[in-house]
Structures are given as C-alpha cells and as structure tokens.
C-alpha cells in the first residue's frame, strides 16, 4: 500500500511528537486539532524542537525548514479525504476516539488506514464502530516520540495482514522500531507500566515514601531512567487514570483498581507536567 500524505488528528504532546518524525521521514503531514491555538500550540513545540536540534548541529536548517514545510495545520476534518494513514492521538477516553473515527470513516478515502496511538484502549472495539475494521490498527507510540525507539503495533481481531505489513513498514521508515502484539487491555506496555505506577502512587497513599524517596529507589535500585513517579507526571495523570481504568474493567481483578490518590489528584486538576502540577511542581 502507497502511503504519501499522513494526517495526525490531536496535536498535543504525542500527536506533535507523531507529526514531526513523519515529516522527518518525508511525508506530507496534516496535524489537526480542534481549534487553531491548540494546532499552532503543537507547530511551536516542533519548531522548538527542531531548532534544538540545528543548534546542536544534528541538522542543517534547510532540513528543518523542510520538514516545516511538509507539515500542514488543519482544523478541517475534510482534509481526512486526502490521506492515506490517519493516525488520531486525541485524549485517552473510549466516548471521544469512537466518535472521532466515525467522522475519519466518512471522510478518509476507501484505501486509506486508520491507526490509533491509544495506550490501552481495545482497537478492536475502535475497528467495530468503521465500515473498515481491517483497516483499523494499534500504533502505539513512546513518549517523548522523537527520542523512543518503540512503536508497539496492535492487531485489531479483523486487522488485515497487508494493513500490519503497511504499518510495519513505515514505522521502520520513520527510523522507530516495530514490535507486534495482540489486542488485549493495556497490550504489554501499560499491562506491565501502569501497575507499578498505581503501586508507587498506593505506597505515597499509605505514608511509606515521601515521592523523592520513592523516585530515588527506583532509579538507583532498578536502574530505571526515570522515577515512576516522575513517569507518571511526564505521561499524565489523567492518562494513568484512564489506562487503570482500562486494565481495571478489562481484567476486573482488584490489582488493577486505580489509587485513590490518583483519582484525588486528576479530580484537582494536578495532571502532571502539562499542568505545571502533579506529583511535582513544575514551571
Ligand atoms: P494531550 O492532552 O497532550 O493531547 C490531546 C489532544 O487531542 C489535545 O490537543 C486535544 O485538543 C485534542 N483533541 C481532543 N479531542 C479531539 C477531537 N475530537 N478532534 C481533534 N483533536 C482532539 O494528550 P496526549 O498525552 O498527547 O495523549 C494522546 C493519546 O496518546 C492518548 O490516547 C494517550 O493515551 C496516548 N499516549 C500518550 C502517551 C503519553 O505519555 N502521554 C504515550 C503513548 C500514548
């Protein structure tokens, strides 16, 4: 399958993420959001970045301005009827993706793919609410999207092989790494993830750690980059809550049952680093 214009539907911190390394790879990219300060928000995050990466002489600034060029603010869903890989990274929550690709369904031309950056949520059920489900697919990328590796690629139950083969293919084009896993809630990542955020977010809860201290020991004792803590700022709170949640229904065992404390939090409007507050304060 020939896939030459990319269209990114959310442009928050991963769909800003997504847009920019598919310009780098040399697609035409629409970035589209619902309102125009919430796309030009994610332009400047990818200008900034992109001038990180000219003054650290990792790029020329004809290539940057390059990849600006291929990129196109949208506010238009019409402009679905131009691509051939949408993928759509708007908020975590079954309601809002459903109706999102009901609209893409309408809109995209017959061949083109329907991928979701969802991070826990069933492709499958995504799939159904399409007259396309074998051309519905999990593309699930890392935070931040320019620096990780991963794409964790979901097959949706009716996902076709071509369609796996396609994304496969052009997540390798866009210099990430590909790797295959079924639909099941969470798929691995966040099965294994989030559980031990909501285990680091019980134990602050329950008055064993201060966060500092709960950060430090899993840095320093699991040789893990970051603290889960600190993780769990970086992602945001709101998407921690939605992915338990997730977890939680799919498998109904209590060990995935989201922390009060979490809930607390998201309730308060402390979602993390795009907040200025969560765990941590922030600038
Ligand atoms: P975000 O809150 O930064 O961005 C979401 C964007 O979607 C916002 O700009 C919002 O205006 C837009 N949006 C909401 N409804 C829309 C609609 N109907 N049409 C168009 N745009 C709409 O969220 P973030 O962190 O970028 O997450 C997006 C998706 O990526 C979620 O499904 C999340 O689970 C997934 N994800 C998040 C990761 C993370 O570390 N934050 C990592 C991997 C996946």
Redesign the pocket.
Known sequence: MNVQTIMV?????????IAQVCAMANFKVYL????EE??Q??VASIAAQLSRQVNKGRMTPEDRDGVLDRLLPSTS?QNAAEADLII??????MD??T??FK?LDEMAPEHAILA??????PITEIAAVTKRPEKVIGM??????PVMKLVEIIRGLQTSDEVYETIESITKKIGKVPVEVQDFPGFI??RILMPMINEAIFALYEGVAEPEAIDEIMKLGMNHPMGPLTLAD???L??CL??METLHEGFGDDKYRPCPLLRKYVKAGW?GK?TGKGFYTYN
């Open positions: 539907i959310g442009a928050g911190q991963m769909g800003s993420g589209h959001d619902l309102k919430y796309v928000k994610g869903i759509e990274a708007v908020v975590e929550n809002v993706k109706q999102v609209m979701s950056n969802t991070s826990s949520l699930h990328f890392m935070n931040p999207v990542s966040n970086f992602i945001g709101d998407t939605y992915i979602l795009k």
